[in-house]
């Protein structure tokens, strides 16, 4: 599983006119939270902008980390309180991934359906802190919906990519990079594949923040898929010769076909292999009236569906240098207790 840290507490210390401060603390202090904040909670959480009173019950239920760290004892004199309810600081922790956790746990059903609601940035955090303090039922449902967003199968690709549109370079990086720190491996290699999308230009800055290997596998992987691209597109422009040798590369003895299917060719934006519909040059077109024969008709559809298969079959290993099948057993071990 994902590496966890354990809460850090901090002594209190009285201020000038006796009033209860945190030690360490900025000047500006975290404030009560006004959503979770509750008058009978066990424990205060304390991140750098907001106090949240819960209840340990809830959180250890929920979360064999945060149970583990409940049962170690700690001295009174050591430990910070707000009156007299002891404070956890939140170390390590954004304000936001701690409140996902906390509405995911009080009163809010986060399970999958809930899940289409939530922006990408905020599907993160809760991959990020779920794992983090291994709350296996919060993870397992957050994996779910990211599954059916970067899915594991071609076909289901398709209607997964209408979601895609919205989605913000920094945030799809940002996701690249807790997943693969979380070890949410089946989705990474189509999240790979999303974040190839996205022009350098206007990526660059993530790709610098993504951790070295994960860079490394990002850039050769992203090679790696204009080549494949390019190679698509070069087998519709390939010369033929009427009467070779042989026609085995050959797209038609019609140089009026052959010539139509270069001319769409020259006037469709390039595209990566899987954003290339599987009817390629021939989408929109009127086959009756467009000069193109059934039989290339045939052999284009079916060159490209080929070779979509062959390369989505690669994509996985060219990314994370595992197959298909061995990021699937590695992913259930992973969620195995």
């Avoid at 309810?85 to 009163?107: C, F, H, N, Q, T």
């Avoid at 809010?108 to 289409?116: D, K």
């Avoid at 008709?297 to 080929?306: D, E, G, L, M």
Wanted: glycine letters at 6%.
């Amino acid at each position: 599983m994902p590496p966890k840290r354990r809460r850090l507490n901090e002594r209190r210390k009285a201020g000038d006119e006796g009033e209860e401060q945190l030690e360490g603390t900025p000047t500006t202090q975290s404030r009560p939270h006004d959503e979770l904040w509750f008058s009978d909670g066990s424990i205060v959480l304390a991140t750098d902008v907001h106090l949240y009173r819960v209840h340990k019950s809830m959180l250890a239920k929920y979360s064999k980390v945060l149970r583990d760290l409940f049962e170690i004892p700690t001295g009174d004199a050591e430990m910070e309180s707000w009156e007299g309810v002891p404070i956890v600081r939140m170390v390590g922790d954004s304000d936001g991934e701690v409140y996902m956790l906390l509405k995911a746990l009080y009163g809010v059903n986060l399970q999958v359906p809930a899940l289409h609601v939530l922006t990408l940035s905020e599907v993160t955090s809760l991959l990020s802190i779920s794992s983090k303090y291994d709350c296996k039922v919060m993870r397992a449902d957050v994996i779910q919906r990211l599954e059916s967003i970067f899915p594991n199968n071609l076909e289901k690709m398709w209607a997964a990519k209408l979601l895609w549109e919205s989605f913000l370079p920094s945030h799809a990086f940002e996701l690249l990079a807790v997943a693969h720190r979380c070890e949410a491996l089946l989705i990474l290699p189509t999240l790979f594949y999303l974040c190839a999308r996205f022009p350098l230009e206007k990526s660059i800055g993530a790709v610098q923040a993504l951790p070295q290997d994960v860079q490394k596998n990002f850039l050769l992987g992203r090679d790696w898929l204009l080549e494949c691209s390019h190679r698509l597109r070069g087998r519709f422009l390939q010369s033929t010769k009427i009467g070779g040798l042989n026609h085995v590369n050959q797209i038609c003895r019609s140089p009026e076909c052959l010539e139509k299917i270069r001319a769409q060719l020259s006037v469709k934006p390039f595209a990566l292999i899987f954003d290339v519909p599987d009817r390629g040059v021939l989408v929109g077109l009127d086959m009756n009236q467009s000069e193109i024969c059934g039989d290339c008709a045939k052999k284009h559809v079916n060159t490209i569906r080929n070779l979509k298969k062959l390369h989505w079959d690669e994509l996985p290993v060219k990314f994370t240098s595992n197959s298909w099948e061995e990021l699937r057993k590695k992913a259930i071990s992973t969620a195995t207790p």
